[in-house]
């Protein structure tokens, strides 16, 4: 039998292309509203796309200590989207990122349990230690903290969720990605083996984003 | 939720507590905005523990929450409730120093929630300009528990601000509330108890009286209607959902109606506007 492809979709307020918003198609005030999402969703449903993918940052995007005006908003809550489409779809994953940077590891744990009981099992954690060390600020720090320390803590929340939810026998998929690529995904290789089925990204310009999912023990992201 | 709302109920709350107390919760925000499809009026409210969250998180969990229920969200703003060992970073506090904390909290939620103004959003096409950079604000809040520069990564809450919902009524979570709350629940409903809740929290807050739902409906909404007098509104406990949720809708609040102490129908859109309570502007607004 023919290898079959994993199929994904990486959301973006408007679309990845910078300017999406002043497309005149575009309705931008819809960006912020529920049926803007819950319409993506279903489309990719009915395409019958594996996930639904929504990534974060903790951080407005600025220049010379402004906000950049003539780009469109970050992603809203990324938890709080896939939530909001769980109750008009079915079968799509419903994958949110959530920092183990500027979390606790007992609530991203409740958030998740919460979605998946919600959705019928289709909740996924994109697990990310964030990068950018302006969001370091918003969170009492001077500073970001430092690459290995990042790395160590989000390890520890991975193998915290994943102890308790085997007592449970029960384990949402755990997907990682964007920043927290090598470093988490080498670490957690070989025991991810068989719940970390995420790799390899693309991200075509010009195309609805698609995120094609290889099974891998090591994540690359590849933008081109 | 769709009981409720069909009972113009103004507002749904999930407040149940972080603890041993508890088997399980549902946690707040999937929850509540899993529901936003299944009403177009009715509140939802989240209650998140604040003792052991950061301020960005809740500012930006709620103002999404917020935009994807079309302004009916609420944050619930629950403090005390401590299961050790849940949290790793939450050093032992007195009572004083947690009430403290919750306040700047809320404070620097508030400031996140207004850092971008409801002008900020331009949606200019031709011009290119999404935003007004000079309409989002850094806050540059520098309190003893918290260093928070901002802005929020995410526009001004539809309502401003959701309102914020409290209900520990010992002496210094009614002067929490009295600060910083916009609708208290009483955890009673006899006249005294309520009484001296009203004068601890001044005549800001909303206080709803909570009265757990028993005996026939007329009796339980003639009760309503006796205590109506002395709160702004009662938080209606069923004991088995959704079966007494139907007979409060369908028994109980018309006979409120009735009596003119429930509109005929939702007259506002948000919640705010359920509750009466005015959009604030923003505080960065010149």
Known sequence: ?224 | VRTAERGGIDAILFDGQWGPSTAFNLDPIPLIVALAECGTRIGLGGAIEIDHAEPFNIARSFAAADHLTAGRSSLIAASGAVRPGDFGHAPVRTIAERQSRAAECIAVVRKLWDSWEDEAILLDKPNGRFSDPDRVHPIHHAGPFFTVRGPLNAPRPLQGNPPIIQRDASPEGLALARQTADVFIAPAADPATLAAIRQALGERPRLLATTPFAGAPDAFAARLAELAPLCDGFDLVPGMLPVDLDTIADEVVPFLRERGLRPAGYEGKTLREHFHLARPRSQFAA
């Not at chain 1, 994943?162 to 090598?182: F, I, L």
């Open chain 1, 1 to 224: 039998m023919t290898r079959q492809l994993h199929l994904g979709v990486f959301i973006y307020p408007g679309g990845h292309h910078i300017a999406a918003w002043r497309h005149p198609d575009m309705k931008a005030e819809r960006i912020t509203e529920l049926d803007y999402y819950c319409q993506s969703a279903q489309i990719a449903e009915r395409g019958k796309f594996d996930l639904f993918f929504v990534g974060d940052a903790l951080n407005a995007r600025e220049r010379e200590g402004k906000v950049v005006g003539e780009i469109a908003i970050n992603n809203l809550d990324p938890v709080s989207i896939v939530s909001a489409v769980a109750s008009v779809t079915d079968r799509i994953g419903l994958v949110a990122t959530l920092s183990t940077t500027y979390n606790e590891p007992a609530m991203i744990a409740a958030k998740f349990a919460t979605l998946d009981h919600l959705s019928g099992g289709r909740a996924g954690w994109n697990v990310v230690t964030t990068l950018d060390e302006k969001a370091a600020l918003n969170f009492s720090r001077s500073e970001a903290m430092e690459k290995s320390l990042r790395y160590q803590r989000a390890q520890s929340f991975v193998d915290d969720g994943e102890s308790g939810r085997s007592r449970r026998g029960y384990r949402p998929c755990v997907a990682t990605g964007g920043a927290a690529r090598k470093r988490a995904a080498m670490a957690g290789g070989e025991r991810a083996t068989g719940t970390a089925r995420l790799v390899e990204v693309a991200v075509f310009p010009g195309k609805p984003t698609v995120l094609i999912a290889l099974i891998a023990t090591e994540i690359r992201w590849s933008f081109f």
